[in-house]
């Protein structure tokens, strides 16, 4: 038989053979692979350890026995056993326990593809519900609503681990941003896309601080993430503090102190990568996260469990690298692309200010606003220390006259401070020094100045004549 006898498919054969593989390739697309499991072999404290699996770092399981199913993360392995850290109630779990990975849509949160022949693309990461649709709720690391509201079917999901910007790629911090706080704007003036600390020790106001920024702050978005903190608090902030004009183009994410370690970092990760998709489409977000301490600590609890030798107070070394991976996801976009403006608040013990993760966090901020204790018992709020606190790009968003003014103006702050017990016994002889005289004078004012009702706004323009008029005097 030669190759002229050989026989041809005719033009609908072709077609025909054509349509029968292609239906073929979509019927072996759509067919679920083969599924493996592993066995859960040990427990101890918050760490599981499984075998039979080969899992990355970051691969969402499911740990089964019997009705009793507990979510978990692979967060470490040793030859072939994984360690999982749970995000649930251990309670309920036996040896032999069948381990199993999560596979996550790529696409919605609730998938409902159209099209039965497009495969469906998965991941092991954890995937959560993003987007406009989320503004004005609240919702657990998990992103499931804790509002009472509907669930997020409109809401996308989208990986939660994004990965770093380019430095050179991204805008300088070069606009001022009015936060509505007087003592900020006029002596501590806030860039957009900068990122700051709030630090203080307990009961001195930094919640009641957040709640003044997100309520007057100018920003398209505010991303809210209260992370290991009292589970009372949740709902007093957003009602009483957030209130309905900052919840109505508010996220809240909320990861009270009774989560489990992994749930609390999760939130604190799940409010930064919300705030990077609000920037990514070109939006200036305002991202309030409380604590940055207490994620430290979720992590200490993590890496402790693990083995991780303890070094500087009983915290690890890779805690002091995971907050730079954290906070370094905020900031100014890519070129011509929307912003982050953060404030983590830190928990500074016993309002020690070289307490391990406030010293870290001052290097890796740009600039820190430390709520003095001395001022919130004398019934001063915000009780910001202006003495101890700095704004690292105030220079580069503020004018000369402006940075004149408010260096004048903690001139005469300190000079009172440093003369303040001897004129509250009467050492203090008046004219004997110039200067101390014009801050005597000009102290009550200056106290005043830096006060601010908790539902009052004041606009960075008017913070600037205020503070002209304090040291200038009235326009002529």
Do not use: W
């Amino acid at each position: 038989m030669t190759d002229h006898d050989a026989p041809t498919l005719t033009a609908p054969a072709s077609v025909a053979m054509a349509a029968h593989l292609q239906a073929h390739r979509r019927l072996i697309a759509n067919t679920p692979a083969l599924e493996t499991s592993g066995r859960l072999v040990r427990v101890s404290g918050l760490l599981m350890e499984a075998s039979g699996l080969r899992l990355p770092l970051g691969s969402v399981c499911v740990v089964r026995d019997g009705e009793y199913a507990s979510e978990a993360e692979v967060v470490g392995f040793s030859r072939e056993h994984l360690y999982l850290m749970p995000t649930g109630d251990l309670a309920g779990l036996s040896p032999g326990a069948v381990v199993e990975p999560v596979r996550y849509p790529s696409e919605r949160l609730h998938y409902r593809d159209p099209l039965p022949e497009r495969p469906r693309k998965e991941s092991l990461t954890r995937r959560l519900p993003m987007g406009e649709s989320m503004l004005g709720r609240v919702v657990d690391p998990a992103g499931q609503p804790l509002d009472g509201g509907p669930p997020l079917y409109q809401a996308r999901a989208y990986a939660i681990a994004r990965e770093p910007l380019n430095a050179m790629e991204r805008d300088p911090v070069r606009l001022p941003l009015d936060v509505g706080v007087r003592a900020i704007n006029a002596m501590l003036t806030v860039g957009r896309g900068q990122r700051l600390g709030l630090f203080a020790g307990s009961g001195v106001g930094k919640s009641v601080l957040l709640g003044m920024m997100a309520r007057h702050t100018q920003a398209d978005v505010i991303i809210v993430g209260l992370i290991g903190e009292r589970g009372r608090e949740v709902k007093e902030f957003v009602e009483d503090i957030l209130g309905p004009e900052g919840r109505r183009r508010a996220i809240v994410v909320a990861a009270p102190a009774d989560l489990p370690p992994l749930m609390r970092m999760q939130g604190a990760a799940y409010a930064t990568a919300l705030a990077s998709h609000f920037r990514d489409k070109g939006q200036h977000v305002l991202l309030l996260m409380d604590s940055l301490t207490r994620y430290a600590m979720a992590h200490r609890e993590i890496a402790l469990a693990l083995g991780e030798p303890p070094a500087t107070r009983g915290y690890p070394p890779s805690v002091f690298a995971k907050l730079p991976q954290l906070v370094e996801q905020t900031g100014n976009g890519l070129n011509g692309c929307g912003s982050i403006t953060a404030f983590y608040t830190v928990l500074a013990e016993g309002d020690d200010q070289q307490d391990p993760v406030a010293d870290n966090a001052r290097a890796i901020l740009d600039g820190h606003f430390v709520l003095s204790r001395d001022l919130a018992d004398e019934g001063h709020f915000p009780a910001i220390d202006i003495e101890k606190s700095i704004s690292r790009v105030m220079h580069n968003v503020t004018s000369e006259r402006h940075q004149k003014l408010a260096l004048a103006l903690k001139s005469v702050y300190a000079r009172y401070q440093r003369q303040r017990d001897l004129i509250a016994v009467g050492a203090y002889s008046p004219g004997s020094d110039p200067a101390t005289d014009q801050a005597i004078r000009l102290y009550p004012q200056v106290s005043k100045f830096l006060q601010q009702g908790m539902h009052d706004g004041v606009a960075l323009d008017q913070s600037l004549d205020q503070l002209a008029q304090l040291l200038e005097g009235p326009a002529p």
